[in-house]
């Protein structure tokens, strides 16, 4: 079964700093991984995926992430934090295990503060 | 395009009472869905997923139970609950393993 691990439930950064924030993953089959970020009390919206194509993936909102195999990660990084970015950020995997069905595994979140 | 609603976005109920939460997807046809509960630190878990009408498969005993009723409708539900089912309920649906979320329900049950 796959599994995912997110390094760090909560990340504080200043304004204009680098952001990054941290995910790896197990999987015995090549994975599909996903950001999704959450706003207080909404659902999640999808930042980027990584479906086996580029092994880097940028997104929306200026963020971007980088599959690495060689050490089972897909940290999601972005160059210059937003007080808008402040929320809790999810990292998840599914396989293709031969039928439609995708189900997605969670990492437990990472919140992210970002202060002026 | 595709859109998801989910309804009611906030809901308190005594132990006991039953439930009832009902997600629908439009701008699809036959799409998977799923419902997930999300507890504060414990991230998001699968409760249930459905890839057709009447089908429904449960991740996790517990008090709850979901229907597909129609193909884009899936409707989550229990009979009588309990303070451990309060939490924070999300719909969804996916395509090519792109899943993509409602606003979810926040639940409360006292």
């Known amino acids: 079964a796959q599994s995912v691990t997110q390094l760090g439930s909560h990340v504080s950064v200043s304004e204009g700093a680098l952001v990054l924030l941290r995910c790896n993953y197990s999987?015995?089959?090549?994975?599909?991984l996903f950001w999704y970020v959450q706003y207080p009390n909404q659902g999640l919206q999808l930042l980027l995926k990584?479906?086996?194509?580029?092994?880097l993936v940028k997104g929306i909102n200026g963020f971007e992430a980088e599959f690495k195999k060689s050490e089972t990660s897909f940290h999601l990084t972005k160059p210059s934090a937003h007080m808008s970015d402040a929320a809790e950020y999810f990292c998840?995997?599914?396989?293709?295990?031969?039928?439609?069905?995708?189900?997605?595994?969670f990492g437990k979140g990472t919140l992210l503060t970002v202060n002026p | 395009s595709q859109t998801i609603h989910q309804w009611p976005a906030t809901l308190v109920q005594p132990v006991g009472s039953p439930l009832s939460l009902e997600c629908t997807v439009e701008?699809?046809?036959?799409?998977?869905l799923y419902w997930y509960r999300q507890a504060a630190g414990r991230g998001l878990q699968l409760l249930f997923y459905?890839?057709?009408?009447?089908?429904i498969s449960s991740e996790v005993p517990q008090n709850l139970s979901a229907s597909r009723p129609q193909d884009r409708q899936f409707i989550l539900s229990s009979k009588k609950l309990l303070l451990s089912d309060s939490g924070f309920y999300l719909c969804?649906?996916?395509?090519?393993?792109?899943?993509?979320f409602g606003q979810g329900t926040r639940l409360t049950v006292v």
């Open positions: 969804a649906w996916s395509v090519l393993a792109v899943a993509f």
């Open positions: 999987s015995s089959v090549p994975p599909y």
């Open positions: 990584y479906t086996s194509a580029a092994t």
């Open positions: 998840a995997v599914t396989i293709n295990s031969g039928g439609s069905n995708y189900k997605l595994t």
């Open positions: 701008g699809t046809s036959n799409p998977n």
């Open positions: 459905s890839v057709g009408i009447g089908q």
